[in-house]
């Protein structure tokens, strides 16, 4: 059997490379041009932004909260929401008050009312002088720069992926935006004139999984704002691992019939120490590692199949002057984007 000459397989590499950049800059471009979402997401109606306006003016979690009442200095107080959503602090009413997704004159008329009790039309002014301490939304998985968002004004997905670099070449096919409760005032029903938190089940926690290739189409439900406290995970395909005897060792994800021969021409083909004969697949199945022995000459004269890989496969291409491994290579898996999200740098959308 005739070898071929390397320069082919360096030709293989070139014919055979998957488009995934272009990809992702396709997606970044198309960005601009997706329409808006007036639909329903999993159940879910998305938000308007005369809802994510509104909203904003609401009292949230992390808030400077000033009340004052007009001629009088004992009475006023500035303070932020305890854990459950209580003013912290107005226990010297002699009664709690529910500050959580209240307006600034609903709070007013409701501390008014209480202070009317021990003085004679009281005057309350109340203000929210900081919200700069809002929940950020955090954006992470396949994008170039995981990042938080501390967001100021209506802002939509596209725009946050572009914000945070693009999509990286590990993309999968699908996005998730998960909404924990509380967090946000979207969709919370008015509790003006209530002493007590809006029932739980007027906000529960909600999961949105948008397909990738809705959202480049357009697709108006796939392409939702995105509020505080929102995460946002733009999911990775599991990766393939090509190492050894190539021009450039990588993880290539595992999206389509990924063959053997295309994983070693994705990664740069075959180096000039490396043996095309010598190309070794490793499979992890249960317990144990199976260990497929593949020939890329044979494969490329059509005599021996070439082989579809599996996510987390690791192909080896065996490399003049090393000895034949005796066990499994071990390699470490990190999730691009993962980990504690106080550690990814803060943006202001404003």
Known sequence: ?????????GDLSRTRRPRVKLFAIAFILSCFFVT???????????????????????????????VD???SIEFDWRGSLTPEGFLDGSDQLGVEIYGLCRTEAELAKA?????????????VVVRILDRS????????GAVQNPARFQIRRPVRLNELIVLAGGLTDMLGGEIRVFRPPNLSCVGRPSSAGAAVPVSASSNQPVSIDIRITDLLAGIRDANPYILSGDVVTVNEAAPIYVIGGVNSPQAIPSRGDLTVSRA?????GVARNGIESAVTVYRRSGGTTKVIEMDLRAIDAESAE?????????VEVGMRGN????????????????????????????
């Open 1 to 9: 059997m005739e070898v071929p000459a390397e320069k082919n397989v």
């Open 36 to 66: 808006g979402v007036q639909a329903q997401v999993n159940g879910y109606e998305l938000p308007e932004q005369a809802d994510l306006r509104s909203s904003s003016e609401r009292v949230h979690y992390g808030d400077v909260i000033d």
């Open 69 to 71: 009442v007009v001629g």
């Open 111 to 123: 501390i008014g009312e209480h202070y009317s009790r021990i003085l004679r039309n009281p005057e």
């Open 133 to 140: 301490n809002r929940p950020t939304a955090l954006v992470t």
């Open 264 to 268: 070693v021409a994705t990664a740069g």
């Open 306 to 314: 070439d082989m579809t890989l599996l996510p987390f496969d690791i």
């Open 323 to 350: 000895e034949k491994r005796l066990f499994p290579p071990v390699i470490m898996y990190d999730r691009m984007g993962m980990g504690d999200g106080k550690l990814f740098p803060l943006r202001i959308v404003d």
